[in-house]
């Protein structure tokens, strides 16, 4: 035999067919995490759910009167979700205040009117809004210090902090001046 037969021969020997897949165990594998997963999601939703029943006692949300009044300043921008005053991780779910969204605030001398786009919007009368601030995240959003306008407001018995995040930053610190300004002339006349 010929060299170059001696190798030709000794390579063919050498190769070996490769490995069969397992089909079987791979789709249960696949079977096995989309479960997982199914589960995951309906468990977060449980708890949506479960917390939403715990705040059923929020009463429903006011909605704007028909003559407002003269815009006094107005911004678009999201909405990233209501809080329990002064705990930013205490979401409220209730009466859809947990739905993120786009938003277009109006602010009138009879109050706050947010109007949220596929969400259920909401009014915030002039005597229940009681401060605004700069603050850096609220429950789920995290962002720059400064970067979020948060309102609280009183609803019910409770305190409400919602955040609000404008197209245009810069805007943040003329709402923020304008509704204490407001909160300051309403305290006074209480």
Same mark, same amino acid.
């Given at each position: 035999?010929?060299?170059?037969? +001696? ?151 409770? +305190? ?31």
């Amino acid at each position: 035999m010929t060299p170059v037969t +001696l190798l030709a021969a000794s390579l063919a020997a050498e190769k070996k067919s490769a490995a069969v897949t397992d089909w079987a165990a791979r789709i249960g594998w696949l079977v096995g995490l989309a479960l997982f997963v199914a589960l995951v999601y309906w468990l977060m939703r449980e708890g949506w759910k479960w917390r939403g029943t715990l705040q059923s006692d929020l009463p429903e949300l006011p909605t704007a009167p028909r003559e407002p009044g003269e815009a006094r300043l107005t911004m678009t921008g999201r909405y990233h979700g209501s809080t329990t005053a002064g705990q930013w991780l205490d979401r409220i779910v209730a009466h859809g205040l947990g739905t993120r969204s786009r938003a277009e605030l109006t602010l009138t001398d009879a109050g706050l009117d947010v109007v949220r786009p596929g969400a259920t919007d909401f009014f915030v009368p002039v005597a229940q809004l009681r401060e605004a601030r700069l603050d850096k995240g609220i429950a789920g959003k995290v962002l720059t210090e400064g970067g979020l306008l948060v309102v609280t407001w009183a609803h019910g018995d409770r +305190l409400i902090d919602s955040g609000f995040r404008s197209d245009h930053a810069a805007e943040h610190t003329e709402w923020v001046d304008t509704l204490n300004q407001m909160t300051n002339k309403t305290e006074g006349a209480r």
